[in-house]
Each structure stands twice: as structure tokens, then as C-alpha cells.
């Protein structure tokens, strides 16, 4: 599948010098998709020396220019929509449709940065000097490194690549191993349409040799991580050596607050199928339930009714709702925190086991539980798993409280009808993005991230191109 790809520097495809490839898995059957490229040291800082060439060219290619490139990369996701969806779908387990959504937000990102190109400004004051003038520049920040995850494979380069080269910057990306078919999809996009040699590179392979001399390399400028707070932490300790600029986009542990005026039947339909999306690898996962106690048998009960009726199958097959997860690890992962759930005294509502009749592929039954307490694992680590742990609340300031309670601060959702107790939800809740009746957040206009140890720096939006630039003040009076 990988055939006629590899690593994608200055312009061309290639092997890797080490001439090394690892083997990926389709995660529904256990077989090998096909063998992809492992860089190296001498890859990367081949990718480097191709980035400066592609910044200088790139960096000066108009911002019309540079709109009109961004926006044939988009025209290019559309019209390849369903071979890339497919590609993923392989890779990843996602059942088609959600890939589908996922190359539809990739398609955004591209839509929305090509036209904000045309509408980087800068700023004009007056001086307190006659004549003079004081002008604010915004300039690409240069080379930018970045690594992503696997969970969304295309959408997660697409949020870096595309403000990337809105500011005019060139990148060197490493996405995750599980995935490369789909960056390679995604760099042929770019490589059509027209981005210089250079502007845009692309490793593959296990992340710590690329990392590592990336981190090291003073030419880059900047590092853009989607993954753990882990690997966060790691990533931030190796970039304080060249002072790089960062933007960490990490986990989250989203809690989701059902007030008693809700509809809470409702809200527990709404939120299985954005609860068990991408089999709950998903970082703005609704992961906490926090249901008022008097609505909290409803809600369990129908949420646990409507999880059972999902499709659990290969995501290629159109009628699947539920794929498998992403990895063995990831599936093992679940498996253990199931059991400590239930050994922490918990009640299993649904799932809990692998599905019957799946001999081969990472699946898993979608998991509900109730009666959780605060101290429960799962209730304090971030799942990332089809697992749902459903716990109750008398006073909204305690489940604001416990909301509030741990180091994650990505997302949150707020269930009422009551205006006050929403204006309290989001002045109070400590976190980088908030829901309130509705689980929808990720808009390529609107910006994306977390606070806390989830990270900072914003991904979409206007302000998302801001991360990728430099500001030059200028003082300029008469000679
Ligand atoms: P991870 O942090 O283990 O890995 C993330 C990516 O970074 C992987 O591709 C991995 O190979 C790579 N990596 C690992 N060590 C590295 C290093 N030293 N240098 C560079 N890259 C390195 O996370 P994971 O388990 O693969 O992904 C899930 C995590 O990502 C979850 O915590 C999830 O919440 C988070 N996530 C966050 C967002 C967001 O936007 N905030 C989106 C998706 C996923």
C-alpha cells in the first residue's frame, strides 16, 4: 500500500538512507498493510537542510499566492475523499464515515487557513515622536517541527501543515507510526498542488531518532505536538535547549456535567455515539459523567440501551458504528482499566469484555459504568478507551468542584436549561474549551487546545496562525 511513497523530502519521494521500513497493522484484522520508510538521523537532517530552501522560497511566495495553494490542497482532499477515508479507515480502525468527517474537517482546516493568508495584517501606530512611526510585523516563525498522534491522523497534520504555510513557515512532519498511508495521502495532496520542494517535508518510522535530532537542530524554530502529556513534558524539556516555540496539544479527561432541568435521556442518546466515536480515542472524549442524582438512573439506563444497539464490526463495512481500537496496546489498556473499575467497586452497566465472534482485531464491547466514585482510576487518568464511567452530583458548585479537580484542561460539556447555571459553567469550569448543550466543538474557525497540563497553544481560528509567526515592532522616525 505504501508503494511508490516513503519519506517526502525536498519535493521528491525517497527511501530511507538506512534503506529501514517497520510494518504497519490493520488494527480490524491483525494483518500487515505494508512496509513504510524508517528515518534516521541523516533523513532528518536531510529534511532539515530541504526545510531552509523551502522556507526561503516559501516564506516569499505571496500571500495570494500561498492562498490559492492552500486552497488546491482542499480541492484535492475533496475530489480524493474516499480513497483517503479508506486508507484510514485501514490504518486505523475508524469506521468510513467517521473517516469521511475526518477528511471533511481536514478539507476545513485547509479552507479556512488559505483564507486567512490573505488577511495576516499588521498594525500602524503613531509615534510619540513627530512623524515617526511604530509598525508591528507579523513574520513565519521558520522551520516548524511537528508530531502527531494517531487517533486522527489526517486532521491532526492537517491543524499543523495548514497554519504552517498560511504564515509562510516550511515543516518537518513525523506523524504517527500507525498511519503513515494517510500522511502520505495528505503529502501527495500538497505535492500536486503545488507547494514548493522543501516547504513541506514528511518522516515516518518510531518517533525518538527523528525527535531527537529535530530537538537538537537549531534551524527549527518550533514544535507542535499533538500526543500525551508525557511525551509533552519530554518535548518541552528538549526544546528549552534551542529556546524553540511550542504549541502542546495534549490529553484530556473531558467531564460532562447533566444538570436536573436537562433532558437527561436525551443527552445520554447524544452522547453515545460521540462517546464511543473513534472507539473513544478521541482527546475532547466525553470521559466523566457527572449526572444530577435525581436524573442519574435515567440517564445510566439509556445510555447503556443505546450503546448495546451499536454496530461493533470492520469499518470498511458501511453498516459499522463501533471499529476496533487503534492498537493491541490500546486494547490491553482498556482491558486492565476495565477490571480496575470493577475492582474499585463499580457497577458494569454494559461491555466490559471483547465482543463474541471477533477472533481476529483490537475490538472491544462499548463499556458503561455506574456508581463511580472520585477516587475510581478511571475517573482521574484519561481512558482513552470505549469506556464510559457515569458518577452522580447533588450541588452544581460540587460537580463544578470535581470538574475542576484535576490537572487535565482540554474540554468540557454542561447540560442545562437554566441560563445562570450555564454562565456559571463556563466562567468556572477550568478549561480550554467548553461545550454547553452540545458536544460539537472542533470548527477549523474556531480555536482548538487546552490549559492546564492539556497544553496551550490554539489550533484553528484566526488566532491559530499566531502560534506560527514572529512579531517584529519596528520604530521608524525620519532621518
Ligand atoms: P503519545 O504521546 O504516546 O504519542 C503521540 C505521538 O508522539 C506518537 O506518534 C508517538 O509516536 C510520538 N512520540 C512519542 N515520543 C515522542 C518523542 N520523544 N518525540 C516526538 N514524538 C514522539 O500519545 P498516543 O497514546 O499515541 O496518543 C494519544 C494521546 O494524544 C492522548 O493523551 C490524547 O489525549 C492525545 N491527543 C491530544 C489531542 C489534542 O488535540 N489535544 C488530539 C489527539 C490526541
Redesign the pocket.
Known amino acids: 500500500m505504501y508503494e511508490g511513497h516513503g519519506l517526502y523530502i525536498d519535493g521528491a519521494w525517497r527511501k530511507s538512507a538506512s534503506g529501514a521500513t517497520y510494518v504497519a497493522i490493520n488494527p480490524a484484522t491483525e494483518e500487515p498493510i505494508g512496509e513504510a520508510p524508517v528515518a534516521g538521523r541523516e533523513d532528518a537532517l536531510l529534511a532539515i537542510a530541504a526545510a531552509e530552501r523551502g522556507l526561503e522560497a516559501w516564506r516569499r511566495t505571496p500571500a495570494w499566492d500561498r492562498a490559492r495553494v492552500l486552497r488546491k490542497v482542499a480541492i484535492l482532499l475533496t475530489e480524493r475523499m474516499e480513497e483517503i477515508a479508506r486508507i484510514l479507515t485501514i490504518e486505523v480502525g475508524k469506521p468510513l464515515a467517521q473517516s469521511r468527517r475526518e477528511v471533511q474537517l481536514s478539507i476545513d482546516q485547509f479552507e479556512w487557513f488559505a483564507e486567512e493568508t490573505k488577511r495576516i495584517f499588521g498594525q500602524s501606530l503613531e509615534s510619540r515622536v513627530k512623524d515617526g512611526r511604530m509598525l508591528v510585523d507579523y513574520e513565519p516563525v521558520g522551520i516548524v517541527a511537528a508530531?502527531?498522534?494517531?487517533?486522527?491522523p489526517l486532521l491532526?497534520l492537517s491543524r499543523k501543515i495548514a497554519p504552517a504555510l498560511c504564515a509562510g513557515c516550511s515543516i518537518v512532519a513525523?506523524?504517527?507510526?500507525e498511519a503513515p498511508g494517510t500522511a502520505m495521502a495528505l503529502f501527495t495532496c500538497c505535492h500536486d498542488a503545488g507547494i514548493p520542494a522543501g516547504a513541506v517535508n514528511l518522516l515516518t518510522g518510531?518517533?525518538?531518532e527523528?525527535?531527537a535530532t529535530l530537538m537538537a537542530a537549531p534551524q527549527v524554530r518550533k514544535v507542535s505536538?499533538?500526543?500525551?502529556?508525557?511525551?509533552?513534558r519530554?518535548?518541552m524539556a528538549a526544546a528549552a535547549q534551542t529556546m524553540k516555540r511550542l504549541s502542546m496539544?495534549?490529553?484530556?479527561h473531558a467531564p460532562v456535567i447533566v444538570c436536573a432541568d436537562a433532558d437527561a435521556e436525551q443527552v445520554a442518546e447524544l452522547a453515545v455515539p460521540v462517546k464511543f466515536a473513534n472507539a473513544g480515542?478521541?482527546?475532547v472524549s466525553p470521559s466523566r459523567f457527572y449526572v444530577h442524582e435525581s436524573r442519574a438512573d435515567a440517564f445510566a439506563k439509556r445510555f447503556a440501551e443505546t450503546a448495546k444497539g451499536l454496530r461493533i464490526g470492520n469499518g470498511l463495512d458501511p453498516e459499522t458504528q463501533l471499529g476496533p481500537l487503534a492498537t493491541r496496546r490500546r486494547r490491553d489498556q482498556t482491558e486492565a482499566i476495565v477490571e480496575r473499575t470493577r475492582a474499585e467497586g463499580a457497577e458494569l452497566l454494559c461491555g466490559g469484555k471483547r465482543p463474541a465472534g471477533f477472533n481476529r482485531g483490537f475490538f472491544y464491547e462499548p463499556t458503561a459504568f455506574k456508581g463511580v466514585t472520585d477516587s475510581a482510576q478511571v475517573m482521574n487518568e484519561?481512558p482513552?478507551a470505549p469506556i464510559a464511567p457515569i458518577a452522580t452530583f447533588r450541588e452544581f458548585d460540587d460537580a463544578v468542584k470535581r470538574a475542576n479537580s484535576l490537572e487535565y484542561g482540554?474540554a468540557a460539556y454542561v447540560f442545562t436549561k437554566s441560563m445562570r447555571l450555564a454562565n456559571e459553567a463556563r466562567e468556572r469550569i477550568e478549561t480550554g474549551m467548553i461545550g454547553i448543550n452540545t458536544f460539537f466543538l472542533a470548527a477549523a474557525e474556531a480555536p482548538?487546545?487546552?490549559i492546564k497540563q492539556?497544553?496551550f497553544g490554539r489550533?484553528g481560528g484566526t488566532i491559530g496562525i499566531r502560534d506560527y509567526q514572529n512579531v517584529k515592532y519596528v520604530h521608524a522616525l525620519p532621518a
Open positions: 508530531f502527531t498522534a494517531w487517533n486522527f491532526l513525523r506523524p504517527a507510526e518510531p518517533p525518538h527523528i525527535s505536538l499533538t500526543g500525551s502529556i508525557p511525551v509533552g519530554q518535548i496539544e495534549l490529553g484530556g480515542q478521541v482527546c484519561e482513552f482540554l482548538f487546545g487546552g492539556s497544553g489550533e
